[in-house]
């Protein structure tokens, strides 16, 4: 069962800009999680945000988190070309993440 | 070093073979998954395990066997049952603590032969 929805499926942006990335889901959470996949690589965890929160910050990203909506989003500031990657979002319930599709993000030099 | 090592990178696999995936933690994590992922697509989940000698189904389990013997390794066996079993396997693991994230492996690329 696919529990989140990444919106765009795919986003190029000049090296520079920001890049805004978002995420739907259908069922209470416990938590939001985004993830960073290089290619042909495991998944990087990112940063994680609890039901309860609304924002949170880690260096160049920026989550925000509304249940109410069912809705999160991922920014990140200032891109760079090696931000290029696959970015997913997982959303926590009981004792496992369901994945999204995600977005692939390409950041030309 | 902590982390997860997953074993082969590549593999490949004859009609009518079982193949057993390896994946290994040293990071002293309790529960561990494994999780199936197709080209341009995100996870879907296989198996996981919270503790030794027990394991869940997931929501792809048909054609899949795991076993948890000890807390740092949790093979996954792909079975001749699995008719389409090209894809990319990554396996994970977490403390239990729900808000804590999942660590990922590098992992396995299957291959029909």
């Known amino acids: 069962s696919q529990q989140g929805e990444e919106d765009p499926q795919a986003l190029s942006i000049q090296e520079g800009e920001n890049a805004t990335m978002n995420c739907s889901y259908k069922t209470s959470i416990n938590n939001l999680q985004w993830y960073r996949q290089n290619s042909g690589r495991g998944l990087v965890h990112l940063i994680l945000?609890?039901?309860?929160?609304r924002e949170k910050h880690s260096g160049r990203l920026r989550v925000t988190l509304d249940t109410s909506k069912k809705s999160s989003s991922l920014l990140i500031t200032a891109s760079r070309a090696a931000d290029t990657a696959s970015y997913f979002c997982?959303?926590?319930?009981?004792?496992?993440?369901?994945f999204g599709e995600g977005t692939q993000l390409t950041v030309n030099p | 070093d902590g982390g997860i090592t997953q074993s082969p990178k590549y593999l490949f696999r004859k009609e009518g073979q079982n193949v057993t995936l390896s994946c290994e933690q040293n990071?002293?994590?309790?529960?561990m998954y494994w999780y199936r992922q197709d080209p341009g697509q995100g996870l879907r989940l296989i198996y996981y395990s919270q503790i030794v000698n027990d394991f869940q189904k997931g929501d792809i389990a048909e054609g899949y066997s795991v076993s948890r013997e000890k807390k740092e390794s949790f093979p996954l066996t792909v079975t001749s049952a699995q008719k389409n079993p090209t894809a990319f396997y990554l396996c994970a693991s977490s403390l239990l603590d729900r808000n804590q994230p999942q660590h990922f492996g590098d992992g396995t690329r299957l291959s029909i032969l």
């Open positions: 945000i609890r039901s309860n929160e």
């Open positions: 990071l002293n994590h309790d529960a």
């Open positions: 997982a959303t926590s319930t009981s004792s496992r993440l369901t």
